[in-house]
């Protein structure tokens, strides 16, 4: 199984790099543990143009539970930090693979996709292993293999 890793260069249309995020090791597992700011909920609603709600839904974060850290000036939980990390990944990938186009990458993610088992890609982002399934489909059209 291919997993997608941010390599690190620059690609401009790469949400890590809008939402803030280092694209992987020790620098991002530190600021996953220390919990997210609620501000990269935001970013990442401006970046791809879904509402807060969507996000909320895709990564299986609860809406209110967010407000109330806002409201108090605290960070995202570490869990809810890795579910936008993994949300960004996936998205990252799949922009790439669609040639840096988002709309393009977006309206795959929100569609039925055979290789899936006729799933919509973006409903199995709440887990892990839905993500993985994901960025699996993705690494192998890359390479041409469909089955």
Do not use: C
Not at 12 to 26: K, T
Not at 58 to 79: F, M, Q, Y
Not at 85 to 95: H, I, K, S, T
């Amino acid at each position: 199984m291919r997993a997608y890793i941010p390599d690190g260069k620059s690609h401009d249309n790469a949400l890590w790099r809008f939402a803030g995020l280092p694209p992987r090791g020790l620098e991002l597992t530190r600021m996953l543990e220390a919990g997210l700011p609620v501000a990269v909920i935001d970013d990442i609603r401006h970046w791809s143009a879904m509402s807060r709600a969507e996000i909320m839904k895709v990564t299986g974060i609860n809406e209110r539970n967010i407000a109330r850290r806002k409201s108090a000036g605290k960070s995202l939980s570490p869990d809810e930090s890795e579910r936008i990390a993994r949300f960004v990944r996936v998205m990252d990938a799949a922009v790439q693979f669609f040639g840096g186009n988002k709309e393009d990458a977006t309206q795959w993610l929100s569609r039925p996709v055979k290789g899936l088992g006729n799933i919509a890609p973006i409903t199995l982002l709440a887990t892990e292993s839905g993500a993985l399934d994901v960025l699996d489909l993705i690494g192998r059209l890359e390479h041409g293999v469909f089955s």
